[in-house]
């Protein structure tokens, strides 16, 4: 599965993936209706005060929440369950926004690696710590975060294309 957190339909555009299913976890530019903004961080304390309230408007733009409209979090789900996965993370920070979701993948049982790919910089530095540490966030369990993060020996940039300009 490739799960695109992504509005756009760049995902689409890799036809040459060989995934089972495409899915845009969070809708689509080409539905506007289908789009998933809001709060998704259930681990961190003031959610527990969002829930405290009476007004429902509160709760409005809860990821959690409005995951349960369309299909894709529940296809998610059962993806899964289903067998072993891995997990390569391409272009996402893995910021607090998507902390709940990215736990419920990093933690699930059937998670053996999470191997990200980094930005590297023409000076040579890149931003692999930088996403580790956010991964780390989305932990609740660190022993397990030190055992599926795949080690920076065994990760590689992300392959950049740059647009042909005209001067």
């Known amino acids: 599965m490739l799960l695109n957190f992504n509005y756009s339909v760049i995902a689409d555009q890799y036809g040459n993936i060989k995934v089972a299913t ?4 969070h809708g689509g530019l080409n539905n506007p209706n289908s789009i998933i903004f809001g709060y998704g961080d259930e681990l961190d304390d003031d959610y527990k005060e969002f829930l405290k309230q009476t007004d429902k408007e509160c709760l409005k733009n809860i990821k959690s929440i409005k995951y349960l409209e369309p299909n894709m979090y529940r296809n998610l789900l059962l993806f899964i369950e289903s067998e072993p996965y891995q997990i390569y993370i391409m272009g996402h920070s893995c910021g607090n926004s998507d902390r709940t979701l990215l736990n419920t993948l990093f933690e699930h049982k059937n998670c053996g690696s999470i191997k990200p790919y980094y930005y590297q910089k023409e000076d040579g530095s890149d931003n692999y710590l930088d996403i580790v540490q956010n991964i780390c966030r989305n932990f609740t369990d660190m022993k397990l ?5 795949v080690n920076k020996t065994f990760c590689e940039p992300l392959p950049q294309v740059k647009p042909n300009v005209r001067i």
């Open 145 to 149: 975060m030190r055992d599926r993060v």
């Open 22 to 25: 495409l899915n845009h976890i």
